[in-house]
């Protein structure tokens, strides 16, 4: 990616005008990955008004989603009539963890849940970076601890790409009053006070006073909560 692009991606701070400059001056595979939460609902927004074709937009479908995930991803193809490539874990090594642990044997330890994640999310990952050069995400700084440190572009080293995050200086406020400006359909486990959104068995609703990630693997110590997709 030459410095101009960067340079402009660091300093535009107009989500439109990013990904169409992206877009249009950038020629090798950009991928946006989505797991239908509120902030990949806006990138896939503007992705999908604009007809920014060549950038794929895909999702890691682990098999154990909300219903509510589910009728997102419906509503979200029915009102732009776009495609969102699915990815799939492998069938043998979901069988094989599910035979030799459990159905349910990531609450049992810390590494049999990294295991599920990461035959679940983080190999069919790998497959949908295939020859990407730029991943464009959804996180945000006020997302986590981990991610308050995160830069809007940075290096991928261990994938070679470059990491792009365009909400990461947006406040939750900024994103839910984009979604109802523009009328995108989203999540209504969002309405039940359940922030960030993943596999249905390590989910749930917040408490009153709790953070962003508290929802996520709540039986863990909380300086763990990731599951290997953004390191």
């Known amino acids: 990616m030459n410095t101009k692009l960067i340079q402009f991606l660091e300093t535009t701070n107009n989500l439109e005008l990013e990904l169409d400059f992206l877009a249009n001056n950038f020629n090798e595979k950009i991928v946006f990955s989505t797991s239908f939460g509120i902030e990949d609902q806006v990138i896939s927004h503007e992705i999908f008004s604009q007809?920014?074709?060549n950038i794929e937009v895909f999702t890691l479908d682990t098999g154990r989603f909300f219903a509510e995930t589910y009728a997102v991803w419906d509503k979200t193809l029915l009102q732009y009539n776009k495609k969102i490539k699915a990815y799939y874990p492998n069938t043998e090594k979901v069988e094989k963890y599910v035979n030799e642990n459990g159905i349910n044997a990531f609450y049992n330890t810390i590494e049999l849940r990294k295991e599920c994640c990461f035959?679940?999310?983080?190999?069919?990952?790998?497959?949908a970076l295939k020859g990407a050069k730029i991943w464009i995400t959804g996180l945000r700084?006020?997302?986590?601890?981990?991610?308050?440190?995160?830069k809007k572009i940075e290096w991928d080293e261990e994938?070679?790409?470059?990491?792009?995050?365009?909400?990461?200086?947006?406040?939750t406020e900024d994103v839910v009053t984009y979604l109802k400006k523009f009328g995108v359909p989203y999540?209504?486990?969002?309405?039940?006070n359940f922030v960030?959104?993943?596999?249905?068995?390590?989910?749930?609703?917040?408490?009153?006073?709790?953070?962003?990630?508290?929802?996520?693997?709540w039986w863990e110590d909380k300086t763990k909560k990731e599951c290997g997709l953004h390191r």
């Open 141 to 150: 700084a006020e997302q986590s601890e981990n991610r308050n440190t995160l």
């Open 187 to 192: 999540n209504t486990l969002h309405d039940e």
């Open 159 to 171: 994938r070679q790409l470059y990491k792009y995050n365009p909400l990461l200086n947006w406040s």
């Open 119 to 127: 035959i679940r999310k983080v190999a069919p990952l790998g497959r």
């Open 196 to 217: 960030s959104i993943g596999c249905a068995p390590c989910t749930r609703a917040l408490k009153p006073g709790e953070d962003f990630r508290a929802g996520r693997w």
């Open 51 to 53: 007809n920014l074709n």
